[in-house]
């Protein structure tokens, strides 16, 4: 199987007077795996069921290699989508469910045989096929929806968070099995989710979305160590990246209120952030009064309020400097700061 590299060209959505996707361009390489993330209602499922023709563009062209799809019937468009409901039919079993699509093809007997046990090998399913799916975990049923989803072998595959009805310890194992699930069938893996750690861990690229627009689109590390705006450096971290207002001043970043807190290279107004990671407890320092503390077991997260009244969030391995005392000392090294426009709310550093 092979990826279609696919091609989202000033694309708009419009239900009646609402604009949900005000002019959209986006390429995602053949092969690749992007992870579309942003908040409830941001257009995420809108942008996955267009490219899947589930859904008309109002505006603009999708083309899946080098064809124009945007008018194209689903069907017809050599893409597959799993969904969060992953809907199986109940008095089928697994061989049937996976090969359902292929017998509504007319693909002869013998072939489709053979074909569901290639997938039902990529997928780790060889031991299921005479199953019902009531006879699966939940996991498993998973693997059958992309299983049944890929054996036409799609160029494309679309996936509607797909496992935000598993728990959290079958989450985990899902994801690993998805990312070595991906490498395998090689096709072009486009995964709607709103859970962060699923986007940084599965994607080659995330594309943050934001009212309908990309706020930015580039690789997990880049997204974690480069935000380009605001909000994407409040929307990815947990907890998330402290934004002060502070002021660059011969060389110091200033709070509102005067205070120093690191050094800085950059003149004027700003917002400053600092991820809670980065902030570290030390001897000395920016004063600071514990408001609320929680034991995570493996670290715990402060609250903290600064003399001059600002607030902050960090997180401390247990046991660090002054880990249980009410009153801490912080340090906050010049290059954990990020630098925004406060007017723009786009990245300046
Ligand atoms: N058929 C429709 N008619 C009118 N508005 C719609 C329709 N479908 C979706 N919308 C609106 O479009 C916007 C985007 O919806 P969409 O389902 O794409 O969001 P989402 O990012 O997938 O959100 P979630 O994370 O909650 O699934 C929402 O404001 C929604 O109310
Ligand atoms: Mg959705």
């Not at 060209?9 to 609402?18: A, C, E, G, L, M």
């Not at 194209?72 to 799993?82: T, W």
């Amino acid at each position: 199987m092979t990826g279609t590299r696919i091609t989202i060209d000033n694309v708009t959505k419009r239900y009646d007077r609402v604009e949900v996707i005000p002019g959209l361009s986006a390429q995602f390489e053949a092969g690749e795996f992007t992870v579309i993330l942003g908040p409830s209602g941001c257009g995420k499922s809108t942008l996955l069921n267009m490219l899947a023709g589930l859904e008309e563009v109002t505006s603009g062209r999708l083309l899946f290699g080098a064809r124009e799809v945007q008018n194209v019937p689903a069907k017809d468009r050599g893409c597959a989508m799993v969904f969060q409901n992953y809907a199986l039919y109940p008095h089928m079993s697994v061989a049937d469910n996976i090969g359902y699509s292929l017998k509504l093809a007319k693909v002869r007997k013998a072939e489709r045989v053979e074909r569901i046990a290639a997938v039902a090998r990529i997928a780790g399913l060889e031991g299921y096929l005479d199953r019902r799916p009531s006879q699966l975990s939940g996991g498993q049923r998973q693997r059958v929806a992309i299983a049944r989803a890929i054996v036409r072998e799609p160029g494309v595959l679309l996936f509607d968070e797909p496992l935000s009805n598993l728990d959290a310890k079958l989450r985990n194992d899902m994801r690993i099995e998805l990312s070595n699930l991906h490498k395998r069938i090689g096709a072009t893996s486009v995964f709607v989710t709103h859970d962060q750690v699923e986007a940084m861990t599965l994607a080659d690229r995330i594309l943050i979305l934001n009212e309908g627009q990309i706020e930015q689109f580039a690789t997990p590390g880049e997204i974690y160590h480069r935000p380009r705006t605001t909000f994407v450096a409040e929307f990815i971290g947990a907890p998330a990246m402290n934004l002060l207002k502070a002021r660059g001043e011969g060389g110091n970043l200033c709070l509102a209120s005067g205070t120093p807190m690191t050094t800085v290279a950059h003149e004027g107004e700003v917002l400053a952030g600092v991820r809670p990671e980065r902030i570290e407890l030390s001897d000395a320092g920016l004063k600071a009064q514990v408001l609320y503390r929680e034991d995570l077991g493996s670290h715990h997260i402060l609250l903290v309020q600064l003399d001059s009244g600002e607030q902050m969030r960090l997180s401390t391995s247990q046991g660090g400097a002054n880990a249980d005392s009410s009153e801490v000392f912080l340090h906050i090294p010049p290059d954990a700061v990020h630098l925004f426009d406060p007017e723009t709310q786009q990245r300046i550093n």
